[in-house]
């Protein structure tokens, strides 16, 4: 006898006053006979005579009130209520135990009494326990629902093949109300997985476990199931560890899980079918991953590998830890901002097309990634939203190194500029950008070759954008890279007249300065690159201090000019 059975018999449960009635008058009368009525109903004789009843057929008899019983539906119910249900020794298996409750519930249902089954062990369950009406919860259920509650799943579960009549009224409001019977559903597999699993997250899973229920093929079942219940929330199911999610990868590609409630709020990301680099970066800001389900009620808690639900997942991380992007990115290296970086770059036509992203969300999200060298001393990275491009055609110099920081962008790749102009990254004012270097020309190196380059560059744009007070300043470096001067304090190093006047000077300009297109320019801004009468004397004096030293090259200097 199951433990209900025990507790039913033990506790003294409310009998109506006419069941005490009827149940005294059947003892009282006991040497007065049961009378079944019908011939098709003859079969109940030899189930009640197991309840100790004298029970004879009324075609041998003729009926008289005072001395026969007539076995109605009540009076049965009467007789079974509360107690162990017993059956012919035909009907012991549990198939053929359930097809004998199908004969009585025929029988004891005929007057449609749905509210008076309480106590009576006539519900069709998969154990032969006493299960009675309207003593706990039943679910009408399928066969295959059994596996998702092997601890409680026999006693409450009905899963028989109603035939029409019976599961008609089975199906009855009316009867399940009166009855406590209802309809698997969320609400039923919430209640009933309190017996099976508990709250906490299941560490170090084996999928593939044949010691228990919980394995890989259960957990698929289930989801389907539940995928069923398309009209309920399946936040009724969110205590339960249900989702598996990975928590380590071996070398061979080995999975070690862990299942998790349903409420976890953090992001979850189907494990992609090649491992990416990526994946340590994404664990590290928060992200989860599972393996790879195809069952479309899972959507909504695991998402698929794509640069779209990447960012998403990012986003989210940070939004379910209450901080902000920077700070979410504080365990994430240089190198692996640098690699989710380019990962984005190389999948942007996922997110990005038709000159428009095709989630209106995606791009106030990129914008909060710090994922941006910036060309600051200490190397740090930014958001595109505080950055700034340096002014196309000219490379990145600061002047000041004593100001280390700056939020100018040192993008790698055209692609990456590329992105940054989506993101409407702009570039620093020409005009402030120049003047910034140049109002601090006092802390440049002359020989800084970084300096040399950014001069090279800068020469080359149009005149047209060369700010008139171009010529205020010292910025150029001379031969000796020890000065910085004007231009018109410089001499082309290619005149021998200028090498000879000023052999071992430092007017000169430095060599790299003086070729094609920036010659031209220098000379707008004053550079000598040729003898004209006006330089002829202003080198007189120079000149004259040579002409003594007795040098045949001097001396045919003289005659060519």
Request: overall charge neutral.
């Amino acid at each position: 006898m199951s433990t209900l059975l025990n507790l039913i018999c033990e506790s003294r449960v409310y009998t109506s006053p006419v069941t005490t009635l009827v149940l005294e008058n059947i003892v009282h009368n006991r040497y007065l006979p049961l009378v079944v009525k019908d011939f098709d109903d003859h079969w109940i004789i030899e189930f009640l005579t197991l309840y100790g009843y004298c029970v004879q057929k009324s075609s041998f008899i003729v009926l008289e009130s005072s001395k026969f019983i007539i076995v109605t539906p009540k009076i049965v119910r009467d007789i079974i209520r509360y107690k162990e249900l017993l059956l012919p020794l035909n009907c012991q298996s549990l198939t053929e135990r359930n097809d004998y409750i199908i004969l009585l519930l025929r029988f004891v249902l005929r007057d449609n009494a749905f509210t008076k089954l309480f106590g009576v062990p006539l519900v069709p369950v998969n154990c032969i326990y006493f299960s009675a009406f309207g003593i706990q919860h039943y679910y009408l259920a399928l066969p295959s629902d059994l596996q998702f509650f092997p601890t409680i799943g026999f006693d409450v579960l009905i899963t028989e093949e109603l035939p029409d009549d019976i599961k008609s009224i089975f199906e009855s409001d009316n009867f399940q109300s009166a009855n406590k019977i209802k309809k698997l559903d969320l609400d039923s597999f919430n209640c009933l997985f309190r017996h099976e699993l508990s709250h906490a997250p299941i560490r170090n899973w084996d999928p593939d476990t044949t010691t228990t229920f919980l394995n890989r093929r259960w957990l698929e079942n289930l989801w389907k199931r539940i995928s069923q219940f398309v009209t309920q929330d399946l936040k009724l199911l969110r205590n339960y560890p249900l989702i598996p999610i990975i928590t380590t990868t071996t070398n061979n590609y080995y999975h070690i899980y862990d299942l998790i409630p349903i409420k976890n709020e953090l992001p979850i990301l189907r494990f992609p079918k090649r491992k990416d680099g990526i994946m340590n970066v994404l664990k590290k800001l928060g992200v989860l991953f599972t393996e790879e389900f195809r069952i479309d009620t899972m959507k909504k808690f695991i998402w698929d590998w794509n640069l779209l639900m990447i960012i998403k997942a990012i986003e989210k991380s940070r939004y379910i830890n209450k901080t902000s992007m920077n700070s979410l990115f504080q365990p994430i290296c240089n190198k692996e901002k640098d690699q989710l970086r380019e990962y984005i770059v190389t999948n942007l036509s996922e997110i990005y097309q038709k000159d428009q992203f095709i989630d209106e969300n995606i791009k106030d999200i990129l914008c909060q990634l710090p994922i941006w060298p910036t060309y600051s001393a200490d190397g740090s990275y930014i958001a595109a939203y505080c950055g700034w491009l340096v002014p196309h055609g000219l490379p990145y110099f600061q002047a000041n190194l004593l100001s280390s920081k700056t939020n100018h962008i040192n993008y790698k790749k055209p692609d990456e500029k590329n992105l940054l102009k989506i993101l409407n990254v702009v570039e620093s004012n020409y005009t402030q950008y120049l003047f910034s270097i140049f109002k601090n020309l006092d802390f440049v190196r002359p020989d800084d070759p970084d300096y040399l380059e950014f001069i090279k560059e800068f020469l080359r744009l149009p005149t047209l954008l060369h700010p008139s007070w171009l010529c205020e300043y010292r910025f150029i470096p001379n031969n000796t890279k020890t000065e910085l001067r004007f231009a018109r304090e410089l001499y082309d190093d290619r005149i021998l007249l200028f090498t000879t006047v000023f052999a071992g000077s430092d007017v000169l300009i430095a060599p790299k300065l003086r070729c094609g297109w920036l010659s031209n320019v220098l000379v707008s801004l004053g550079f000598n690159d040729k003898v004209d009468d006006e330089i002829f004397i202003r080198l007189a004096f120079e000149i004259e201090n040579l002409y003594n030293l007795p040098s045949p090259l001097i001396y045919s200097i003289m005659l060519e000019y």
